[in-house]
């Protein structure tokens, strides 16, 4: 009887264990990349892997520029983060990264460095400085109340590729 009763505590025992580590592959860990950016959204690490993936890839690679300690950042994150169509696009569209330090690049600061900046980088590894938020002395920033000019801007960087392949 005892040892009946042991073996069938063991296979219980064995059988919880299979199970609880199935759940845990299921669920999918947030991405520590995506900073709150977008957890479903595949991040690039550095600017460097970001131009390989977007000439590898043909997708153009998006650059955020921001700070944790910053409001301005913190709202625009947020709205990004919440907003579908921008993580559709960016999930699939776009090789993404988010920066919270400058590049060596300085086509990647044309009118300064500020944050928030977004900045869009063609295959062809061309900054789109031509692709603009609305604001004449920070050309680059977005705000929460931007975002349909933002989604604007990214569909403008897609049509850019498709008018260059």
Request: charged share 25%; proline share 4%; hydrophobic share 40%.
């Amino acid at each position: 009887m005892l040892h009946s009763t042991l073996a069938l505590s063991l296979l219980l025992i064995a059988v919880s264990s299979n199970l609880a580590m199935a759940i845990k592959k299921e669920k999918r860990a947030p991405q520590t990349l995506s900073r709150g950016w977008g957890d479903e959204i595949t991040w690039v690490q550095t600017y460097e892997e970001g131009l390989y993936q977007a000439k590898k890839s043909n997708k153009p690679l998006m650059v955020i520029h921001h700070l944790e300690d910053c409001q301005y950042c913190q709202a625009l994150k947020k709205a990004f983060a919440e907003n579908e169509e921008i993580q559709e696009m960016a999930q699939n569209n776009f090789v993404m990264l988010n920066l919270m330090h400058e590049t060596t690049d300085k086509n990647l600061s044309p009118d300064g460095q500020y944050v928030p900046r977004i900045m869009f980088i063609d295959p062809s590894l061309t900054v789109r400085a031509d692709i603009t938020g609305r604001y004449s002395n920070r050309l680059y920033t977005y705000e929460p109340q931007d975002i349909p000019f933002l989604i604007e801007n990214m569909k403008k960087a897609l049509r850019l590729i498709q008018t260059e392949l």
